[in-house]
Structures are given as C-alpha cells and as structure tokens.
C-alpha cells in the first residue's frame, strides 16, 4: 500500500469504498469467531459504517479476542488503528457498578474506558440511557 493511500483523509470520496474493501474479509472473520450478543433477535460481534467499527462481547475475554483479530488483520493489510480514539464502554444495569473495569488493550496500549461516546449521530451511554442525545 502506497504512502498516499495510508494517509488517506476521512473526507476523501474513496474512503467509503476502501473501507468496504478491506474491512469486507474482516467482517467475515470477525463473524466466525465464537463470540456473540443478541441485539433485535440477530448475532453480532460487530458493526462498522462510514469508517467506524465497533465490536460488541458479553465478556472480557471476547473483546479482547476481537480486538486482537482487528489489530491481526491491520497488520497482514498495513492498515494504522488510532490507539487514541479508539475507546472502550463498560455497558452495565446499575446493581452491577461495583464491578471492576477491565484492562483491555490494543497492542500496548492500554485503551481508555469512557462512560459516553458518539457513534454515528448517537451518543451511547455506560447507563444505558439516551439522555445525551436528547439534550
């Protein structure tokens, strides 16, 4: 992969179609990985629009696994991951607080743990509220 084409802007017209392009294989290893939630009566591990990929475990040890693939797959393609915008979300019921936050890492980068972030329009929420879209 050329210089010009790892520095890529988000604005540039191709970016939709690379993005598809490379993250198409990835989807479908991503997908064949024992590791799922349930969201409206469909499996999923994943979801990725518009450049934005987001995994989605029930458990440490799947985020972790996925996110180990994702860094995997850039590597085999040359594809940079932004350690410093990518973040994690510790989605649990309120009785459930006093658990721990786990470390999970990106290579050697520990990431951060945030309790909101913009995806696509939305802000999602650690206390699993819409609030913050709404205000």
């Not at 084409?5 to 690379?18: E, F, G, N, S, V």
């Not at 721990?100 to 951060?112: C, K, S």
């Not at 972030?117 to 205000?135: A, Q, R, V």
């Amino acid at each position: 992969m050329t210089e010009n084409l790892r520095r890529l802007r988000q604005k540039a017209i191709l970016l939709p179609y690379l993005f598809n392009m490379y993250t198409d294989a990835l989807n479908v290893k991503l997908n064949s990985l024992p590791i799922v939630c349930i969201v409206n009566e469909t499996t999923k591990n994943n979801l990725c629009y518009a450049g934005d990929m987001v995994q989605i475990s029930p458990l440490v040890e799947g985020l972790q696994r996925l996110i180990d693939t994702c860094r995997q797959y850039a590597e085999e393609f040359d594809i940079l991951h932004n350690e410093t915008k990518t973040q994690c979300i510790f989605l649990l019921l309120r009785s459930l607080k006093h658990i721990a936050e786990p470390q999970i890492f990106l290579g050697n980068h520990r990431l951060e743990f945030v309790q909101e972030f913009p995806y696509l329009g939305h802000i999602i929420m650690d206390n699993l509220k819409d609030t913050s879209d709404t205000e």
